[in-house]
């Protein structure tokens, strides 16, 4: 079996539309032969309304309650592409957190993965699912749901590439690549074809906003090939290397 980690974030699942549109891409990718665990983020705007109803009620933001209101905004999105990927023909079905289980340790609001079980999707694929969609940013810990902190759908996206080993790793997001700069910010920033991991890093430590840092960090350590590319556009994005791989180009 071949397979493929797709992870879309915010603004790529931000609308009905963008959300056929993510559907058209992934069946694209099963036409292609993948099978493909599909991540997605909450609605943009959605985790920070939850926070927000949170805090207006408590200032305690690190509850097992907290994680139960903040990880359902993914919660919506996974079933919604999975219901327009089914529309299109693509025997496709999600997979919460909890019942994958995607474990982690009881940090609420900020939890740091220690296991996902493979069998109960590997046996989805076996009996024909092509595309399992698992929401971003969404573990158990005992029972009780967790999250992995913000921007953390793309540690999920990793450690489900990783654990899978998956083919590859695609980030989709509203910029088409790593740039020198924000190319939302800066007019004449550079769009890279590869970046070390070493040097996505140091660009995260300055405050770059592409990754979440940890989701980085894995990927270096489990040599997951990792791509980050537009969802709103078809072409190939930036890829992130490893050092050894950029003195062979
Ligand atoms: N929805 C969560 C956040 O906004 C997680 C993610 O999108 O990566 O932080
Ligand atoms: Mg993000």
Redesign the pocket.
Known sequence: MSLIVAKF??TSVGTIDRINSVAKRIKNEVKNGYNVIVVV??MAG???RLIKLVQSLTNNCRSSEYDTVVSS??QVTSGLVTIALNELGIKSKSYQGWQIPFETDNNFSRANIKKIKKDKLLSEFKNGYKVIVVP??QGVHENRITTLG?????TSAVALAATFKAERCDIYTDVDGVYTADPRIVANALKLETITFEEMLELASQGAKVL?TRSVALAMNFNVKLQVLSSFEKKSGTFIINERQKSME
């Open positions: 974030g915010g983020s909450a959605e985790t920070n905004g993914e971003g940013f913000r921007g953390g759908s793309d979440q």
